[in-house]
């Protein structure tokens, strides 16, 4: 019986443990493979089509067709195996981080004499993987969610009007797949179940292709698949895997897919401290797919079930904020105090065509926000919160305005000042002091939407903490 066992798991590849140190490993050589060419999310077509074109033998860059604005859409094709993946990316325009993630692949693909020359060998004899790293190219240059129709490539698999839509229904139907990987990025505000302690860093998903959510074989298997990874990644990031809703959404591509016969994997790159571009969840997303490959070409995911699957925590929009404070006295103009939480979120402001932006603090939310978190957090303390003094003086430009001894003026309940030449919002948008121009005006009150400077006392009337811009300055 041993010995039946023994066999049973060589005809897999690996058991569970191996898959899970796989992973591990995949995690932790990232850096040997990373695509230096692109190192933040807002890169843009041409830099994604200078690092194709680098791509050699067995890659195979084939050109699928052109975008609304015709900008070339490419399938890269690696292995010759018997299952077929396909995996498309950037259907969004701004959700860049597995397009990233897949460059990273191919330079791990494409490498030789290292530690993992027996694994890429099982993935590309046993799969034939087929890419589509960036179905949106005409978003991506603007940054924006929708094509150049204004249309949503998610909701267009089934009318198929744009000619992106076309194509990923095209090629999915001459490949056949076997296996679908349907790549996104989400809001770092989501939260890992319900009053989360942790953010949700990726959320997956195992699409439903009907109303009643049946679940068939092909459905199971990527269940399976999502609850394998979710064992693997607990030792990495803990707590912080989440499952997305999954609500039937009949024009979907994903819901589609999963019906068109494609078990089909949703990822979703959500949050992560000290992440804002998204840099470590790429390697996450990195070492993940090529996981799920693995676990694919060797069937360990059957190992897993639909059980195991349905104990990870839904994904909860909202439970998270850049900043909130916790318990705060606000000095209310009226002359009374109120305990309240306070919520700020961070919002991104373009400028230079979608190439650069500045971050713009807002308040999100405001009272008993005891089930929510933030990246960070400043707990209840005896605190005292109220909105900033404008510094007297107007002062000659931005340089003289950086000069001043920030500290100070935040210890006198100064936060705000004014220049005659101010500079542009991005050269001044994470200072510890609110600058703006001489006849600038800025939010005078605590109410939702709006971006007041704060002064927070202690309780022996100290100033500690200020809050310039949604973000929280320490003040020494």
Request: proline share 5%; with cysteine.
């Amino acid at each position: 019986m041993r010995t039946i066992i023994f066999f049973l798991l060589l005809g897999f590849g690996f058991s569970t443990a191996a898959q899970a140190d796989w992973l591990s490993k995949l995690h932790d050589a990232y850096p040997d493979y990373q695509e230096k060419a692109l190192e933040d999310r807002r890169f843009k077509h041409r830099e994604l089509v200078d690092a194709l074109q680098k791509l050699e033998s067995p890659f195979q860059v084939q050109q699928e067709g052109l975008s609304v604005e015709e900008r070339s859409i490419h399938s890269v094709r690696i292995g010759d195996g018997p299952t077929t993946v396909l995996l498309w990316s950037q259907m969004h325009g701004d959700e860049p981080t597995a397009t990233a993630a897949l460059m990273d692949i191919f330079c791990f693909l494409q490498a030789k004499d290292d530690d993992f020359t027996a694994f890429r060998k099982n993935i590309l004899d046993r799969l034939t993987l087929v890419f589509i790293p960036m179905l949106n190219p005409d978003g991506a240059e603007d940054f924006e969610r929708r094509n150049a129709l204004g249309i949503d490539l998610n909701r267009d698999a089934l009318r198929l009007t744009s000619p992106e839509a076309q194509l990923l229904k095209r090629v999915r139907d001459e490949l056949d797949a076997d296996w679908g990987f349907n790549l996104h990025d989400q809001s770092r505000y989501y939260g890992a179940g319900f009053h989360p302690e942790n953010m949700a860093t990726l959320s997956f998903l195992a699409p439903a292709f009907d109303f009643p959510k049946t679940i068939n074989p092909g459905r199971e298997r990527a269940m399976q698949v999502i609850a394998q990874l979710n064992a693997s990644l607990q030792r990495h990031i803990p707590g912080k895997v989440a499952r997305y809703s999954d609500a039937f959404e009949p024009r979907a591509f994903g819901d589609n897919m999963q019906k068109w016969g494609t078990s089909t994997i949703l990822i979703e790159s959500g949050g992560y401290p000290e992440d804002r571009e998204k840099q470590y969840i790429r390697q996450l997303n990195f070492a993940s797919i090529l996981a799920a490959c693995h676990s694919i070409a060797n069937q360990s995911y059957r190992s897993f079930t639909r059980a195991d699957y349905n104990k990870i925590p839904y994904n909860s929009f909202g439970n998270y904020n850049d900043l909130l404070l916790r318990e705060v006295k606000y000095l209310h103009p009226n002359g009374n105090s109120y305990l309240i939480d306070i919520a700020f979120d961070l919002g991104e402001r373009e400028y230079g065509g979608a190439n650069g932006f500045y971050y713009q603090g807002s308040i999100d939310d405001i009272g008993d926000l005891t089930y929510q978190q933030g990246y960070t957090a400043l707990s209840s303390g005896n605190y005292t919160a109220e909105v900033g003094k404008l510094f007297p003086e107007v002062l000659a430009d931005l340089a003289e305005a950086k000069a001043l001894d920030a500290m100070s003026l935040l210890k006198a309940g100064y936060a705000v000042v004014r220049t005659k030449k101010p500079g542009p919002p991005w050269e001044r948008d994470q200072h510890p002091l609110w600058i703006l121009g001489a006849e600038g005006i800025y939010d005078r009150e605590v109410a939702t939407g709006l971006n007041p400077p704060l002064i927070i006392r202690n309780g022996a009337g100290e100033v500690v903490y200020a809050v310039v811009n949604g973000q929280l300055v320490k003040v020494e």
